[in-house]
């Protein structure tokens, strides 16, 4: 089984966007409205676009489209059911120490761990308490995780919402 789009190197996961560069307006003075340095990126398998314009340099607007880009897809993109069923990804359990996950809001593990948790609690028809303990974490520690980036909460309480259960801040 391939691994989820959002924990892919970044040359594998380079090699599956088509970019555009353009202008990009707002604040920033001439040069930002002249040079193309904002980037507009598509993960073609997915389909999912992801933007970033507003540095004046193209490379740092391509480090903010990569990150943007693995969390869209860690939110955005769920892999079959059947993957959800194994033991958790090595990536996984070396974050996970006695039921806790030990990771700061910027690490670039940050998305691959939400896809992980995603894909598994959409295989768990979003009941958290069994996705978190297929994962080896309690309860409060996956709300947590998913707590670091919002879209990734507001899609579980949407799904919770939807199935008439109790949502979470």
Avoid: C
């Avoid at 990536?91 to 761990?113: E, K, M, S």
């Avoid at 899609?155 to 199935?163: D, G, Q, S, Y």
């Amino acid at each position: 089984m391939s691994p989820h789009p959002a924990a892919l190197d970044d040359d594998t996961l380079l090699a599956q966007v088509r970019e555009v560069r353009r202008k990009a307006g707002g604040p920033g003075g001439q040069r930002r409205n002249k040079v193309a340095t904002g980037v507009h990126w598509e993960h073609t398998p997915t389909g999912i676009t992801v933007d970033a314009s507003e540095r004046r340099s193209t490379q740092d607007n391509r480090k903010r489209a990569l990150s943007r880009l693995r969390l869209a897809l860690a939110v955005q993109h769920r892999e079959p059911a059947d993957a959800a069923w194994s033991a958790p990804s090595e990536r996984f359990t070396q974050r996970t120490a006695g039921a806790r996950l030990t990771l700061a809001a910027t690490h670039r593990d940050v998305a691959p761990l939400i896809a992980e948790a995603l894909d598994r609690l959409a295989a768990r028809a979003f009941d958290v308490e069994l996705a978190a303990t297929d994962l080896g974490l309690s309860t409060s520690r996956l709300i947590k995780l998913l707590k670091l980036h919002p879209p990734a909460l507001v899609l579980l309480n949407r799904e919770l919402t939807l199935a008439g259960r109790n949502t979470y801040r």
